[in-house]
Nanobody
């Protein structure tokens, strides 16, 4: 089955850490731009972190810069989002995406439209609360 499936979400206290995983099946992540997006209650969906498939260039939203890290393991056909120093403002549903056309991470994260990407996961809930 061709899909992306997120895992690793949950409840964490402020200042804590989580690592989200996004497993691809039916296709290979190699040569695809990858990205993580989130949508918090009452807010627009936003690009959190995205990476190109060619030169490895990455983009991070200002709100997560220095705290989150995007990566991929082509051998496992999986992408990750490591989240540290989590804040209540990080509470959201996090989704992963992959696309074969984006040349830069910034360009991918600037267009958080579900129907735009080749593949899009259904999301995993991250809740940051005391």
């Amino acid at each position: 089955q061709v899909q992306l499936v997120e895992s690793g979400g949950g409840l964490v206290q402020p200042g804590g850490s989580l690592r989200l995983s996004c497993a691809a099946s039916g296709f290979t992540l190699d040569n695809y731009a990858i990205g993580w997006f989130r949508q918090a209650p009452g807010k627009e969906r936003e690009g959190v972190s995205c990476a190109s498939s060619s030169d490895g260039s990455t983009y991070y939203a200002d709100s997560v810069k220095g705290r989150f890290t995007i990566s991929r393991d082509n051998a496992k056909n999986t992408m990750y989002l490591e989240m540290n120093s989590l804040k209540p403002e990080d509470t959201a549903v996090y989704s992963c995406a992959a696309d074969s056309t984006f040349l830069t991470g910034k360009g991918m994260c600037a267009t958080p439209i579900v129907g735009l990407y080749d593949y899009w996961g259904q999301g995993t809930q991250v809740t940051v609360s005391s």
